[in-house]
């Protein structure tokens, strides 16, 4: 008599891999500035940190050249915070002007997914622009 098999046919990526998906898809078109303020004297601000290090990368950057990345380091043994405010345009809609994540406790993951939760879901869609027949046979004939 066997025994049904009961678990995953293959192991996880990781929380590396999973960092790397939620990098994928975060989108910066519904923030305006970003403010990340943390004490680099505190225990728990190294999460913090790899997030600023993760969104000041020019891949993420380049989904909204506009957005303003901004870091406060203070001395004040205050929680680290993550301040997001968003564009004038799509908070009307959305009926809020900033996000505030406490990141005292949270790890890089939680706050990318968090990110995305929350800012890169009021993103406006993409419009994918596809070309008309007559624009087709105009790249064809150079």
């Known amino acids: 008599m066997s025994i049904p098999y009961s678990g995953t046919f293959r192991r996880s990526g990781g929380v590396v891999s999973a960092i790397g998906k939620q990098l994928k898809a975060v989108n910066l078109k519904a923030a305006r500035r970003i403010t990340v303020k ?3 004297f505190s225990e728990n601000v190294t999460h913090t940190r790899n997030f600023l290090h993760y969104i000041s990368s020019p891949k993420i ?3 909204n050249p506009n957005c303003i990345l901004k870091t406060e380091v203070v001395c004040d043994r205050s929680e680290p915070t993550v301040d997001i405010s968003i564009l004038p345009s799509i908070a009307e809609s959305a009926s809020l002007k900033s996000v505030t994540l406490k990141s005292g406790n949270l790890t890089c993951l939680e706050l990318l997914k968090l990110l995305n939760k929350h800012i890169s879901s009021l993103a406006p869609p ?12 105009k790249g064809k004939k150079k």
């Open 38 to 40: 943390f004490d680099p």
């Open 61 to 63: 950057a380049l989904t």
């Open 126 to 137: 993409e419009q994918i622009i596809t070309p008309t027949k007559l624009e087709k046979k």
